[in-house]
């Protein structure tokens, strides 16, 4: 019998999560696991408590929802450092500055890219350019 990585395991938890958001364009999941793999936070895209739990806008940026990284941050209890944020789908440039402010992730293991149109034209890096800049592990496990 194969036993699942805790990368992969990681990864399920976030993609289980996705499919708690009400959002009919793009269901993001997140999950954190401290350095002994426990999960200390998890997250969806969703909006704020108690506002109606639908999107605002089908325009790219209009949601109104708060992205799933930032849910899991805000839910994690945190233990020591050295977390792995596991994402359905590439942190945003938002999303991954809050990452590095959060001081306690070292490993971003997502699995599908996010383009920000107006960051390509723009020639401005990514959410994982950001992350690596910083001296964070990112990688694209699709």
């Not at 805790?6 to 289980?16: I, K, P, V």
């Not at 108690?50 to 992205?67: A, T, Y």
Request: aromatic share 8%; glycine share 10%.
């Amino acid at each position: 019998m194969t036993r699942p990585t805790f990368d992969e395991l990681g990864l399920a938890t976030a993609r289980l999560w996705a499919t708690r958001s009400a959002d009919a364009k793009v269901q993001v999941g997140a999950c954190i696991l401290d350095r002994h793999f426990r999960v200390v936070g998890v997250g969806y895209n969703g909006r704020a408590a108690g506002e109606p739990n639908e999107r605002e806008s089908l325009s790219h940026g209009g949601s109104g929802f708060i992205h799933a990284e930032v849910n899991a941050l805000l839910a994690a209890n945190w233990n020591g450092e050295g977390h792995t944020l596991y994402v359905t789908h590439e942190p945003c440039s938002t999303c991954a500055r809050l990452i590095v402010n959060s001081r306690r992730i070292s490993r971003v293991i997502y699995a599908a890219p996010y383009r920000e149109e107006a960051r390509a034209e723009a020639g401005l890096p990514f959410g994982a350019d950001i992350l690596r800049s910083a001296g964070i592990e990112v990688i694209h496990a699709p």
